[in-house]
């Protein structure tokens, strides 16, 4: 029998904190988990099927994003469906609007520019309140010459140093548009330290842990741990591979934003 199939786009945001990422696992809490337990309590049937604009990690924090919801046999009424999503959802995770879309949208192959923030404080130890947001390093840094380092990043470059163990399948070069450290006044809280930073990275796509490896090259300068050159030869496709180990927490990054091209 003929499959009768909607299409709707619904936009997402949600804290990661005590989620273990957006992908579906067994025996862990997940965000894909409580979406479609949600939707399926909703409509009153489980003849659907979510895809998401990507894949966010375990702790890690979404301000904006998209996931694509499929119903077979019957329409959705989105005004009468969207309070009663929103209402059932958990209170970590808010939808932001749901539109319908059709067959010839595809969420997946679909171009679009995403952009993250990794937040950070350094010195004294902050409020604990501040852990789903943010990472605290104990030691100074040198934010000026991290600032410096992060302007590296822009470009196409083959990312191979900033990706966590890739398979022989993985695309390892890509683009990135925009990248800042700049201070933090986007995301701000009684209980945030009184100066806080954050890394601003915009581009259509990431590798696997690929902006925590970033995060923690640049720190690792900021310590002086490392020099600017070690930073550029990370870069430097005829330079000899080098593995980075320091992937920061994923409770400081959120997907800031996504946008379809």
């Known amino acids: 029998m003929f499959r009768k199939r909607f299409y709707y786009l619904i936009e997402l945001q949600y804290l990661g904190f005590r989620y273990h990422g957006w992908q579906k696992q067994p025996q862990v809490n997940t965000l894909q988990r409580m979406v479609e337990r949600t939707v399926s309590y909703v409509l009153e049937h489980k003849d659907f099927k979510v895809l998401a604009a990507g894949r966010t990690d375990a702790k890690v924090s ?84 991290m600032q410096e380092a992060a302007k590296l990043f822009v470009g196409k470059h083959n990312f191979r140093s900033y990706c966590h163990r890739p398979s022989k399948h993985t695309v390892l070069e890509g683009e990135i548009t925009y990248c800042e450290i700049e201070k933090n006044d986007i995301y701000t809280a009684n209980f945030f330290p009184k100066e806080s930073y954050l890394l601003r990275v915009k581009g259509e796509g990431f590798k696997r842990n690929q902006i925590r490896l970033m995060m923690g090259v640049l720190l690792d300068l900021g310590k002086r741990k490392i020099d600017i050159n070690f930073i550029k030869q990370t870069l430097n496709p005829e330079a000899e591979k080098i593995v980075l180990e320091h992937i920061v927490p994923g409770s400081g990054l959120i997907l800031n934003s996504v946008e379809f091209k």
């Open 62 to 145: 979404v301000n904006h994003t998209y996931i694509e919801l499929f119903v077979d046999h019957i329409s959705l009424d989105t005004e009468a469906f969207f309070p009663e999503f929103n209402k059932n959802l958990p209170q970590d995770i808010k939808a932001l609007s749901v539109t319908e879309t059709d067959a010839h949208f595809n969420i997946i192959q679909s171009p679009k520019m995403k952009e993250y923030v990794y937040l950070f404080s350094f010195g004294d130890k902050f409020h604990p309140f501040c852990a789903p947001f943010m990472y605290n390093i104990s030691e100074d840094l040198d934010v000026s010459l």
